[in-house]
T-cell receptor, first 119, second 113 residues
Framework: ETGVTQTPRHLVMGMTNKKSLKCEQHLGHNAMYWYKQSAKKPLELMFVYSLEERVENNSVPSRFSPECPNSSHLFLHLHTLQPEDSALYLC??????????????????FGAGSRLTVL | QKEVEQNSGPLSVPEGAIASLNCTYS??????FFWYRQYSGKSPELIMSIYSNGDKEDGRFTAQLNKASQYVSLLIRDSQPSDSATYLCAVTPFGGGYNKLIFGAGTRLAVHP
């Protein structure tokens, strides 16, 4: 258990459905992320929330809609998805440590992921 | 397009051997470098970070960074079957903060008894 919890772990949905993925972190981190992981492709950053500010990858389709009500919870709302959206969706949270503050680096902690299948 | 490149593998090594995983990156100004391990069906977990040229050792793992050649590598000594996983290289490019981490597609390592 990493301290970042994602639900559901598996989701099968039709193209006309509306569903949501949920992420909760218990680490006191100050930023949360959604990543998409497709087979044999690099992790793709979709959205970042820091102190409730949203940063997004402009290539992400509008059928994905994030929501971050507070620093511990993050949602990804899904509607009218396409089969090519089938992937592992990973939530991550971020903190700084002493060394990382000097270098400005990232230390990401990932959740276990939500495996999405769009039929 | 800033990229991080890795050989997809699989890299097959016998138990007890040294596994060498390599990663190249395109942004010469990249600042921070990470190796994540991802077991099949699991989430990535950070195993090494390195910020300056040279070697950094942690147990059986050694990260090597060469900024002039724009590569970072991970050596695993005395490889064990439990090391079999996909290893992801990640880089923070120049001027990039927490929202700019770029991942490679990963190298799959198979350690056979």
């Amino acid at each position: 258990e990493t301290g970042v919890t994602q639900t559901p772990r598996h989701l099968v949905m039709g193209m006309t459905n509306k569903k949501s993925l949920k992420c909760e972190q218990h680490l006191g981190h100050n930023a949360m992320y959604w990543y998409k992981q497709s087979a044999k492709k690099p992790l793709e950053l979709m959205f970042v929330y820091s102190l409730e500010e949203r940063v997004e990858n402009n290539s992400v389709p509008s059928r994905f809609s994030p929501e971050c009500p507070n620093s511990s919870h993050l949602f990804l709302h899904l509607h009218t998805l396409q089969p090519e959206d089938s992937a592992l969706y990973l939530c991550a949270s971020y903190r700084t440590s002493g060394e990382n503050k000097r270098s400005g680096a990232n230390v990401l902690t990932f959740g276990a992921g939500s495996r999405l299948t769009v039929l | 397009q800033k990229e991080v490149e890795q050989n997809s593998g699989p890299l097959s090594v016998p138990e007890g051997a040294i596994a060498s995983l390599n990663c190249t990156y395109s942004d010469r100004g990249s600042q921070s470098f990470f190796w994540y391990r991802q077991y099949s069906g699991k989430s990535p977990e950070l195993i090494m970070s390195i910020y300056s040229n040279g070697d950094k050792e942690d147990g059986r793992f050694t990260a090597q960074l060469n900024k002039a050649s724009q590569y970072v590598s991970l050596l695993i000594r005395d490889s064990q079957p439990s090391d079999s996983a996909t290893y992801l290289c990640a880089v923070t490019p120049f001027g990039g903060g927490y929202n700019k981490l770029i991942f490679g597609a990963g190298t799959r390592l198979a350690v056979h008894p």
